[in-house]
Each structure stands twice: as C-alpha cells, then as structure tokens.
C-alpha cells in the first residue's frame, strides 16, 4: 500500500510560480510512477503531468511549458513546478500513484491507470 501527501499549495498572483510537493511512503519509490491532475471549481479532474520512475516526464497539452515535474529520490518526493501562473490554473491538485507495474519509463496518465490518490491541495491565483 502507497500513501500520498500533498503540499504547497496557496494563493498566488497571476503571473507568479508554485511548487507543489507529493511525499509518498508505504511502498519503494523507485517502483512508483507518479501523476498530477487538478480539478478546478465545479469540473471535472484533468490529467496535468506525470513521471516514470526513471523520471521520464509526460505533459499535457494545455501546459505549454509553464510546467514541469521532478523527482528525487533521496526524499521520497515529486514535485509539480508551476510559472507563469493563470486565474485559469485555479483548482484542487492532487498526486497519484500508479497501480500497474510496468516498464520503468512508463508515464501514466489516464485516471485507471492510478491506484492512490493524495488528499488535494488547493492552487488559487488571482487576476
């Protein structure tokens, strides 16, 4: 069993950067492929970026670059790095990790393929 926590989030100004953390334990982290989705206010949850174990990254198309993903291993941590902020960015974030055991590269990013969700947590930017 993988257990999740999420960190950093808040309320920043438009234009500004974010790092959002995912601690995860229970479970070795080198075996663990880790996702970002967000859910903004009264819609439904999007993929936003993933990591392979072997921290190979897969963005979605929306991002434009303002996002990357990292890990390190040392720490048992992901993290989502957010620039350029947008009011349109505001949502709940939240980690996942993958329930498949697959190729060490693997990247997912639909929602069946996440086993453990973190709680959330909450990315406002205002305009």
């Known amino acids: 069993q993988v257990y999740l926590a999420e960190s950093g989030g808040g309320l920043v100004q438009a234009g500004a950067s974010l790092t959002l953390s995912c601690t995860t334990s229970?479970?070795?982290?080198?075996?663990?492929?880790v996702g970002w989705f967000r859910q903004p206010p009264g819609k439904e949850r999007v993929f936003v970026a993933s990591?392979?174990?072997?921290?190979?990254?897969y963005y979605a198309d929306f991002l434009n670059g303002r996002f990357t993903v990292s890990r390190d291993n040392t720490k048992n941590t992901v993290s989502l790095h957010m620039n350029s902020l947008k009011p349109e960015d505001t949502a709940v974030y939240y980690c996942?990790?993958?329930?498949?055991?697959?190729?060490?590269?693997?990247?997912?990013?639909?929602?069946?393929?996440?086993?453990?969700w973190g709680q959330g947590t909450q990315v406002t930017v205002s305009s």
């Open positions: 229970g479970r070795p982290f080198e075996t663990i492929a």
């Open positions: 996942a990790a993958n329930r498949f055991n697959n190729h060490p590269d693997y990247t997912p990013s639909a929602d069946f393929e996440f086993g453990t």
């Open positions: 990591i392979s174990s072997t921290s190979k990254t």
